[in-house]
């Protein structure tokens, strides 16, 4: 059977894999006796894909995933010291407070994974209150006091919890009280009140992450009696009621979605019927500010696993109320826009693990190589909305993936820049991938870069043009040519007869030629190419005592000239420039007799 979809303009996409269905945290981890759904087929090169129904991630009496759990908690010896100073303290003052470490750090020791994010929870006092005390026992030993900081809680932003948090033996520990939480009929902010463990665990957003490790007794807590249960079997579960769960606080929602993808754990039945509730996604989009969505969403493409994580938010449909797009769009949104932004993201996935690191490496003045990555995979995200506009409250025209990124996550304005750029970056990419392999367009090129005072030589004009898009993208051409890779169809297969795996093989040896292309030309670093000659340098031997854009032509010029003549000094730059001078006066003189 065959669907019809509408297509970013020139885009293709050939990378999913013909061998298995992709795991996802809506999807069962094992094989079930239930009758699998029909893949369906895109009209674009007959791919199969995943179908847009949400697969059980239950079957009713199939074998569960096995979790390797430890029986018990295994401290390093920091953590040991860090431990041992909170009991001084205890004992020192007489406070007779149960200290348990909460959430995370329990989930990971027991998976046998390190952390530091260490959250104490205290049974008798206020985070502050015990951060004090803790100075006060430093001060009596002679060791220099440590500031404390307080994070106010937020009602209005599902932010209840006030957390005092302070550096103990070089590592940041946050300090809470045990709660309760009470809501009223009418109200979506409960009244908190100093509660009991189990109370505090079940308030908790995931059974994963309401265990306790306490201090004191040196032994995990399980008060919600799931916890360890479904951290064995694999499962994401809210300890009470999950659409009320999510109603009190909605972004623990995306919290769900993320610890499924970065464990590779299984949604229950109920939790995916709450997250995809109407109520729940309305108050997910009005309750919770963007900022926060944006945090947790940043945190999953950064995850080892940010393909499931943005096909859970897909198949939850979510995806409008966590990438909200602006009014008034040009062209109207495409028809299954998440579900493509998602088929994108997978290719992007696939051929990065096959090609390797390489793709991330943009020198050693550029962004780490997890924020290539980062900023890449949001790249392929957002391919089939690049091309979008929006007018902004100026009347003035702006992709629509900025606006995502600025205002829909609230993400770094330069992230939104960079992201951009590597969209359109990747478009003059396609034609000097062409180019490279082919002189088929070496002329037409050529007459593009030439004018009247510059004509680049023939056999230049690759290293020129690919010069100029590497200044233009910096540290980010290897993304921006992976993109280019990626989506285009005269830079990939053009022929609809290959494998899945063969086209992922060939867009890989693509992507490696052009680099090494690249790289033969010496043009990794390029744009560190300083200017032989400045303005001023330039309105001398032009002779002209003031600037303009007579000056910025000649500045573009001077680019491409040094692009063309990589060994040129500053006197044969000079010479050049009289000369054109010359020419171009002599031929205006002979075209006006």
Sequence with gaps: MSIRLLLPPRGSLLLLSPLRRRRTPTSPPFRTTA?????????????????????????????????????????????????????????????????????????????????????????????????ERVNEYSEFIGEEQKGIGVIQCNPDQS?????????????????????????????????????????????????????FYNINTKSVEDLTGRGLEDLKKGLIATPLPAKSTFLDDPLRVLRAIRFAA???????????????????????????????????????????????????????????????????????VLDKHDWLCVLHIEAAWNLARSIGHSVFCGGSDSKSQDEQQRLCLYSALFI?????????????????????????????????????????????????????????????????????????????????????????IKGFWRVALFISTLIYPEVGNTSGSLSKQDDLQLRKEKYLSVERSITDLDLDGVWKMKPLLDGKAIMGVMEVKSGGPLIGKWQQRLVKWQLAHPEGTVEECKEWMKRSQQQSKRQKVECST
């Design 35 to 131: 009758t699998a759904l029909p893949y369906r087929t895109c009209s674009f090169f007959g791919l199969p894909t995943r179908p847009f129904t949400v697969v059980s991630a239950m079957a009713e009496g199939a074998q569960q995933r096995a979790v390797e759990v430890r029986e018990s908690v295994e401290l390093t010896e920091k953590e040991e010291q860090i431990f041992g100073r909170l009991l001084d303290v205890v004992r020192h003052f007489g406070l007779g407070t149960q200290v348990r470490v909460a959430g995370g750090w329990v989930r990971d020791k027991l998976l046998g994974k390190d952390s530091t994010d260490i959250d104490i929870a205290l049974d008798n006092m206020t985070g502050q209150n015990f951060c």
């Design 159 to 211: 932010k209840h919890l006030e957390t005092a948090t302070m550096l103990i033996y070089g590592i940041w520990i946050d300090f809470v009280n045990l709660r309760s939480e009470k809501y009223a009929e009418n109200s979506r902010i409960p009244t908190v009140e100093i509660g009991t463990a189990k109370e505090d665990a079940f308030r908790r957003d995931l059974t994963i992450n309401s265990l």
């Design 262 to 332: 970065r464990f590779s754990f299984t949604l229950t039945e109920d939790l995916k019927e709450a997250a995809s509730d109407e109520k729940v996604k309305s108050e997910l989009g009005s309750k919770i500010s963007r900022e926060r969505i944006g945090h947790e969403v940043d945190k999953m493409m950064s995850d080892q696993h940010p393909v499931d994580a943005m096909s859970c938010i897909h198949d939850l449909s979510l995806f409008s109320v966590v990438f909200a797009f602006p009014d008034k769009l040009d062209p109207p």
């Design 384 to 472: 089939p909305v690049r091309n979008m506009v929006y007018m902004d409250k100026k009347s003035k025209k702006v992709p629509v993936v900025s606006y995502i990124i600025r205002d829909s996550l609230k993400l770094k304005a330069s992230d939104a820049d960079t992201i951009v750029d590597i969209h359109v970056a990747s478009e003059k990419f396609a034609e000097l991938v062409l180019l490279l392999e082919s002189s088929e367009n070496l002329e037409t090129i050529k007459e593009k870069l030439d004018d009247e005072y510059l004509e680049i030589p023939t056999d230049l004009v690759k290293r020129v043009l690919a010069g100029l898009i590497l200044r233009e």
